[in-house]
Structure formats: structure tokens, C-alpha cells
């Protein structure tokens, strides 16, 4: 069964940085792709990013410059470097994951987290 387990949300200032960790479980995920969505209060949730095995990353264009995806496939495990954090990026920030390249894929991603919530005050 997988299993995906966020840490490191909290409570900053506008301007911080944070650092986001999902632990993945149940099966290798060397071949996965991996990302994080999030979903703001009375919003829909919505795409940050997503990485590659390979290594091939994507943002959407309202992190692209101050986010930064990686992930360790030796450790199962994805990261989200938040630099320059606004008041809307304010959400519950969710881990995913995908066999599937195609992120438009029916039903992409699969599998998800719990989510880890991210307050920025201004």
C-alpha cells in the first residue's frame, strides 16, 4: 500500500523560506513521478510542481523562481524548497505521486498525502 507522509509546514513570515519532505512507502518509486499540489482556503486544490525519475521538473508559473522541487530515489523521498513566501502561498500542501509521465492523464496523480498545512502572514 503506498503511503505518503508530508512534514515541515508551518507558520512564517512573508519573505521566509520553509522546506517541505514527503516520505513515500509501499513500493520503489525510482520510476515515479513525484510532486506536491496544494489547496488555499474555499480554493480548488492546484499544481505546484512535479519531478521526474530522470530528474525533469515543472512549476506552475506562480512558484516558478522562488520553489524548487528535488527528490532523493534513494530515500523515497521528494522535497519542496519554498524561498520568498507570499501571503497566498498560504495551503495545504499536498505529496503526490504517478507511474504516469502524462500529467493529464486520467485521474493524475493517483496517490496522495495527507498534507502538511503552510501559513504565510504578511
Known amino acids: 500500500q503506498v503511503q505518503l507522509v508530508e512534514s515541515g509546514g508551518g507558520l512564517v513570515q512573508a519573505g521566509d523560506s520553509l522546506r517541505l519532505s514527503c516520505a513515500a512507502s509501499?513500493?520503489?518509486?525510482?520510476?515515479?513521478?513525484m510532486g506536491w499540489f496544494r489547496q488555499a482556503p474555499g480554493k480548488e486544490r492546484e499544481f505546484v510542481s512535479s519531478?521526474?525519475?530522470?530528474?525533469?521538473?515543472y512549476y506552475a508559473d506562480s512558484v516558478k523562481g522562488r520553489f524548487t522541487i528535488s527528490r532523493d530515489n534513494a530515500k523515497n523521498t521528494v522535497y519542496l524548497q519554498m524561498n520568498a513566501l507570499k501571503p497566498e502561498d498560504t495551503a495545504v500542501y499536498y505529496c503526490?505521486?504517478?507511474?504516469?509521465?502524462?500529467?493529464?492523464?486520467?485521474?493524475?496523480?493517483?496517490?496522495w498525502g495527507q498534507g502538511t498545512q503552510v501559513t504565510v502572514s504578511s
Open positions: 503526490v505521486t504517478d507511474p504516469r509521465v502524462n500529467r493529464q492523464s486520467a485521474g493524475w496523480p493517483n496517490y
Open positions: 509501499g513500493r520503489t518509486f525510482s520510476s515515479y513521478v
Open positions: 519531478i521526474s525519475w530522470s530528474g525533469g521538473t
